[in-house]
């Protein structure tokens, strides 16, 4: 039921991100690693499933990319009264994004290396996922600047630097502090619920 209910949101928050977004070029760049992301957690909702929290921040992260292709990065309006407000020069609502570009994918990649026992729990286990968590970001500052070099000016809306010369360092450090910020407020929280799921699906093993 909670998986439901999870799924209706994510589909209601897509639907109103697709009508009448800036430009539809952009909604697709910025809404298709959310796509892809629901192709993958339904493949793997029985044979893997995550942990409620996991699923719970993957949505989170899914409706901050609607909101991002919808808007475009730069004109979110609550991030343009943010920047009216407080006097800023840039719409910062980006910087939203690559936090949670780093927060997020912390808790999923901490969950399998944990599950599937690559990496025994520690200091090193939380290295390597915020260092992983900086390489994802990377490979997303790459995959940008190829948008900008493929698409001219039509890349403009996704890539959101805004005039800012350091947009791409200040996006990796923005992953980094959320990669950190995750695995500090939800790591024992995770811990439990691994343990919940575990023991489950070893029951229904057992049964089998």
């Known amino acids: 039921m909670k998986h439901i209910t999870l799924l209706s949101i994510y589909l209601i928050v897509l639907i109103w991100s697709a009508i009448n977004p800036h430009d539809y070029f ?19 909702k029985n044979k893997f499933p995550l942990t409620d929290i996991t699923y719970i921040l993957i949505l989170v992260h899914c409706c901050i990319l609607f ?24 719409n910062n609502y980006d910087k939203v994004g690559h936090i949670a570009q780093g927060f997020v994918p912390a808790i999923i990649i901490r969950e399998v290396f944990v599950r599937k026992e ?8 939380s290295v ?21 070099e493929l698409s001219g000016e039509g890349a403009d809306a996704f890539l959101g630097t805004q005039g800012y ?44």
């Open 165 to 208: 010369a350091w947009d791409t360092q200040s996006d990796m450090l923005c992953a980094m502090i959320g990669a950190i910020s995750s695995l500090l407020l939800f790591s024992k929280l995770q811990e439990k619920q691994i343990n919940k799921i575990t023991k489950n699906l070893t029951t229904q093993n057992v049964t089998i």
């Open 118 to 125: 690559i990496i025994k729990k520690g200091m090193w286990l």
């Open 67 to 90: 909101v991002g292709g919808h808007y475009t990065y730069a004109e979110v309006p609550l991030f343009d009264w943010i920047k009216e407000y407080f006097g800023q020069d840039r």
């Open 26 to 44: 952009t909604w697709v760049l910025e809404v298709f690693p959310a796509l892809i992301g629901l192709g993958i957690l339904l493949a793997t």
């Open 128 to 148: 390597i996922v915020v260092f992983f968590c900086l390489g994802i970001s990377a490979m997303y500052e790459l995959l940008e600047w190829l948008v900008a």
